[in-house]
């Protein structure tokens, strides 16, 4: 049945229940909570107990899209419910035979709208948007979003709306692992390309003017996946006057001069890793990687609405200067 044999389309809606839809508005309540036996979900999409592991989802802080497996979660609550309560919902089990349809009547009994479908959870043409059949009958936006939770638009071909998500983001929380090794690694490229202390002194001296005299600063390896995700972060905030500094290629391919700042920016930052960002000269992370004091990151303060709010304040310190 899941793989649909005999129920096309179930696989794939089975999918869309785990991966998420950029074309679907939130589905769970950031006060919901799912429980099933041994297994609590929630509050929200991150927060998962499983007896007595505790973990958050990488997804948790990512807003007006349906996320990955918060329409399985959604399922999952509404099995325990109809399972808990299974002679109040299924009064007569013997008339259920269509499992994916939707009929709307009229109060005289005429069919106004019918979808049938031989999968098993499918139940609408436009299963994204279950309800933007009713259209015609209510207003648009409530039947696009019944819900009312979060929905930034529903365009899932714009990019803009993906900055700063996606496979890239577990793979930037684990890459924090690696910090040790490449701090390390750090510190031996410069002393093999005889990075000596007038070197790092004129590197810190560079990072510190550009710091001071740009709103944002973004150091980045031309290669690097995260470095050119960060810059589109930054584009989509609207910011068009940051300052980006390559170092080089990637973090192999980097000279003398390239490899003492990237030295000194693990030394004033405690960060190893490509992109560094600065908004008001204030060192806010790399893309998925927070600050030592415990500042997020540059995606997770996207997703907060604070970085608007941070380029924002810098560009009119910056003016005030200037007056």
């Known amino acids: 049945m899941c793989a649909g044999i005999g129920a096309p389309g179930t696989l794939k809606e089975i999918l869309r229940g ?36 505790k973990y958050s989802q990488w997804w948790g802080d990512e807003k007006g899209y349906q996320r990955p ?65 009713l259209t015609p009958y209510i207003d648009k936006d409530k039947a696009r979003n019944p819900l009312g939770f979060a929905d930034t638009g529903g365009n899932a071909d714009d990019n803009k709306s993906k900055r700063g998500r996606g496979i890239l983001k577990p793979a ?29 002194a004129s590197a810190r001296r560079e990072i510190e003017d550009a ?15 995260f470095s050119s995700e960060a810059l589109g972060v930054l584009d989509e905030a609207g910011c068009s006057n940051y300052k980006k500094i390559e170092l080089g290629l990637e973090w192999f391919l980097l ?25 008001g000269g204030k060192h806010i992370g790399g893309l998925f990687t927070g600050t030592a004091e415990g500042g997020p990151g540059l995606a997770a303060l996207k997703e ?20």
């Not at 710091?211 to 996946?225: A, C, F, K, M």
């Not at 000279?255 to 908004?279: D, N, W, Y």
């Open 18 to 53: 785990y991966f998420g839809d950029m074309s679907a508005p939130e589905r769970f309540g950031s006060d919901d909570i799912v429980k099933a036996g041994f297994i609590e979900i929630g509050p929200g999409v991150g927060p998962v107990k499983i007896g007595p592991l």
């Open 69 to 133: 497996v918060e329409l399985a979660t959604v399922r999952l609550k509404n099995m325990v419910e109809v399972l808990t309560k299974w002679n109040t919902y299924v009064t007569n089990p013997t008339v259920i035979d269509r499992r994916g349809a939707t009929y709307l009547f009229d109060e005289n009994g005429k069919v106004l709208y019918e979808y049938q479908h031989k999968g098993v959870l499918t139940y609408s043409e436009t299963m994204s948007r279950p309800l933007s059949f």
């Open 172 to 200: 930037g929380k684990a890459m924090g692992l690696l910090k040790p090794i490449f701090s390390y690694e750090n510190k031996i490229q410069a002393q093999v390309l005889d990075v000596e202390d007038a070197d790092a």
């Open 211 to 225: 710091v001071s005299q740009n709103d944002v600063v973004i150091y980045t390896y031309g290669l690097s996946p």
């Open 255 to 279: 000279g003398k001069e390239a490899s003492a700042k990237r030295l000194e920016l693990l030394k004033m930052t405690g960060q190893s890793s490509l992109p560094h960002v600065f908004i």
């Open 304 to 323: 907060s609405g604070e970085l608007q709010k941070m380029i924002e304040a810098a560009s009119s310190r910056e003016k005030e200067s200037d007056e």
